[in-house]
T-cell receptor, first 111, second 113 residues
């Protein structure tokens, strides 16, 4: 079945450590997105990519980095510069820049 | 800045009743709207969409209404079932915003048996 796979489901980060969240899709979608979701809140856009080898900052890009070397992959790195990284991270893809297909998220916590 | 907001953070209904979830938006340039459903511990799922040139669109047990005059969007769920319990988000998209979606804060729907 086609879809988006995020891994790991749970992730723990130590102080000063960078961690990378994986997002893979086999839907052949050009556009991919990363969102952060905090308890009781909506989704905030971190980064998005409309095509391979290109990406743009979203509303809360500070402390995060991404790459888009392959169409099916859009990994997100949470750097040590992100002082409040504890959140639920969601990856999505879209074929038409409208409806988005989401993965089941990675929950990141601080040790 | 522009934002999409929901009127109520929580809604509780009896099984079998109809549910209405509301959303107010402020960007008059938005030309596409989507409702998503998010179950606990999962990512949002597409429910139904509507373009700005439409007032109403129906799906299976769901109807979306768009009132551009007052910038209001609603999701109606008929004969609500326990499996409908989730958080519901509206999202707006504007062609002038590079295809980025703006999400509201969500309404948590609880269906009582």
């Amino acid at each position: 079945d086609g879809g988006i796979t995020q891994s790991p489901k749970y992730l723990f980060r130590k102080e000063g450590q960078n961690v990378t969240l994986s997002c893979e899709q086999n839907l052949n979608h050009d556009a991919m997105y990363w969102y952060r979701q905090d308890p009781g809140q909506g989704l905030r856009l971190i980064y998005y990519s409309q095509i391979v080898n290109d990406f743009q900052k979203g509303d809360i890009a500070e402390g995060y980095s991404v790459s888009r070397e392959k169409k099916e992959s859009f990994p997100l790195t949470v750097t040590s510069a992100q002082k409040n990284p504890t959140a639920f991270y969601l990856c999505a893809s879209s074929i038409d820049l409208k409806a988005q297909h989401f993965g089941d998220g990675t929950r990141l916590s601080i040790l | 800045g522009e934002s999409v907001g929901l009127h109520l953070p929580t809604l509780s209904v009896q099984e079998g009743d109809n549910s209405i979830i509301n959303c107010a938006y402020s960007n008059s340039a938005s030309d596409y709207f989507i409702w998503y459903k998010q179950e606990s511990g999962k990512g949002p799922q597409f429910i139904i969409d509507i373009r700005s040139n439409m007032d109403k669109r129906q799906g299976q047990r769901v109807t979306v209404l768009l009132n551009k005059t007052v910038k209001h969007l609603s999701l109606q769920i008929a004969a609500t079932q326990p499996g409908d319990s989730a958080v519901y988000f509206c999202a707006e998209i504007s062609n002038t915003n590079a295809g980025k979606s703006t999400f509201g804060d969500g309404t948590t729907l609880t269906v009582k048996p």
